[in-house]
């Protein structure tokens, strides 16, 4: 981000969760989430990448972006309630957890487990979401990784334009960039809507269609304040689409 641009007011407006207490806390966990799998890896995107991470995919996703890559998540998933999720977020014993999907925030009744980890075992949490749904239903401690989808992913127009005005400084926004047409999108983004943006801004290419180094050269020449990031997963595992 420049220096000495002041961000300007309307960042992070997430509400506080009200803690749940153990007594909320056990009738809140009995609720069922669709889960497509649970994995402990690498983290491979944003500011996290290359730490250690608990993934909890859930099922579902209303949009269809061109180029998505875990397309097996729009299955209907097996049911968990959110006391096994916990029990088996804990067995694995990371100090964080992604939670994505598909999209996780089409099943809402996964924030209280959000709340949990974060709250009563201090575990950092990271929500990533594909944009078309309200993140302020989450708790201000977890970090949200908002796409913003580009023309290239046939999904911009699904997005909520509101959810730039609930993210902040913990949070993250995410641009997949497929050729030169969302490169010049997501720069005018960057350089508008974004600018003064507290919280980090990731780019990345669409893998196998756009060099991550012509993405590169683009991004040093209009001189852009922000994170490159490769899918590290896919450099230590490629070819593995599940569980990575
Ligand atoms: S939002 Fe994510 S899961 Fe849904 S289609 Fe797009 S890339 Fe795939």
Redesign the pocket.
């Known amino acids: 981000m420049s220096a000495g641009v002041a961000p300007p007011s309307g960042w992070g407006e997430r509400r506080r969760c009200e803690r749940l207490d153990e007594r909320d806390w056990r009738e809140a966990s009995r609720s069922v989430v669709k889960v497509s799998e649970l994995f402990f890896s690498i983290q491979g995107e944003g500011s996290r990448a290359g730490l250690p991470s608990t993934f909890l995919r859930l099922s579902g996703?209303?949009?269809?972006?061109r180029?998505?890559?875990?397309?097996y998540?729009?299955g209907p998933g097996r049911s968990e309630s959110l006391a096994q999720l916990e029990t088996q977020i804990l067995t694995q014993g990371a100090a964080r957890v992604c939670i994505t999907?598909?999209?996780p925030l089409l099943q809402r009744n996964v924030v209280p487990l959000v709340d949990r980890l974060i709250a009563h075992h201090g575990l950092d949490v990271a929500v990533?979401?594909?944009?078309?749904q309200d993140v302020s239903i989450l708790p201000r401690e977890a970090a949200i990784i908002l796409?913003v989808?580009l023309p290239g992913?046939g999904?911009q127009q699904r997005m909520d334009p509101e959810n730039l005005a609930r993210i902040g400084s913990a949070d993250e926004v995410k641009l997949?960039v497929c050729d030169r047409e969302d490169y010049e999108v997501a720069r005018d983004l960057i350089r508008g809507r974004l600018r003064g943006f507290p919280g980090g801004i990731l780019m990345s290419a669409v893998h196998g269609e756009l060099e991550a180094g012509t993405l590169a050269d683009w991004i040093l020449a209009d001189r852009l304040d922000l994170r490159l990031q490769i899918q590290l997963h896919k450099h230590l595992w490629p070819g593995a689409e599940r569980g990575v």
Do not use: H, N, P
Request: net charge negative.
């Open positions: 996703c209303r949009l269809r972006c180029w998505c890559d875990t397309t998540a729009f999907g598909g999209e990533e979401t594909g944009g078309d796409d989808k992913s999904m997949v």
